[in-house]
């Protein structure tokens, strides 16, 4: 089946440190893949996402590439903000009766300190 | 544009008792979800539909019902809440050629 895993959290980093959240997954065919963001106390929002193999996803000095070899698709900050504090949720695409819906890791919580 | 909007953001129910959560999206999109969140879980899809008058399960449906009378607007029905169904839950809306999803800020459920 579909599916996906992440690293469990809490990730706690010094503000500047370098930042990697592991995510991989499992699927048939060739899902698309994402990095939701869930700030405290708001609804996720879209991060990044990459659609094919090799294609690399940035926003707000974040990135991932799908590596379909590996099947992950890692988030990484060159420099964390103590405002990147949230919860990282990595997705992907999958069937649904003849549409397609998100499935969701568990979630990793990161918190960073000043 | 005020998005996805949900209401209430907060609600305490007593084990039996009954309420209808309501999503509203102002974007026109085709396509909306109900999803639960729990800890260490994710989320957890309970039903979508993919067009006004349409809907259909998700992964985990059980003690849910929903209704899309109009495109902009989808409820989430507990006939009779059991404690299993304290949660938070999310709408999101998307449109049909895109993949991204708009979630709304959720709703804190508590049953007792």
């Known amino acids: 089946g579909n599916s996906v895993t992440q690293m469990e959290g809490p990730v706690t980093l010094s503000e500047e440190a370098f930042l990697t959240i592991n995510c991989t997954y499992t699927?048939?065919?060739?899902?698309?893949l994402f990095w939701y963001v869930q700030y405290p106390g708001e609804g996720l929002q879209l991060l990044l996402k990459?659609?094919?193999?090799?294609d690399k996803g940035s926003n707000k000095g974040f990135e991932a590439t799908y590596r379909k070899e590996t099947t992950s698709f890692h988030l990484e900050k060159g420099s964390v903000q103590v405002s990147d504090s949230a919860v990282y949720f990595c997705?992907?695409?999958?069937?649904?009766?003849?549409?397609?819906?998100?499935?969701f890791g568990a979630g990793t919580r990161l918190a960073v300190h000043p | 544009n005020a998005g996805v909007t949900q209401t209430p953001k907060f609600r305490v129910l007593k084990t039996g008792q009954s309420m209808t959560l309501l999503c509203a999206q102002d974007?026109?999109?085709?396509?909306m979800y109900w999803y639960r969140q729990d800890p260490g879980m994710g989320l957890r899809l309970i039903h979508y539909?993919?067009?006004?008058?349409?809907?259909a399960k998700g992964e985990v449906p059980d003690g849910y019902n929903v209704s899309r009378l109009k495109k902009q607007n989808f409820l989430l029905g507990l006939e009779s809440a059991a404690p299993s169904q304290t949660s938070v839950y999310f709408c999101?809306?998307?449109?049909?050629?895109?993949?991204?999803?708009?979630f709304g800020p959720g709703t804190r459920l508590t049953v007792t």
């Open positions: 539909s993919v067009g006004e008058g349409t809907t």
């Open positions: 997705a992907l695409t999958a069937p649904l009766g003849g549409y397609n819906k998100l499935i």
């Open positions: 699927a048939t065919g060739y899902p698309s």
């Open positions: 999101a809306s998307r449109r049909g050629q895109d993949y991204e999803q708009y």
């Open positions: 974007m026109n999109h085709e396509y």
């Open positions: 990459a659609t094919k193999a090799d």
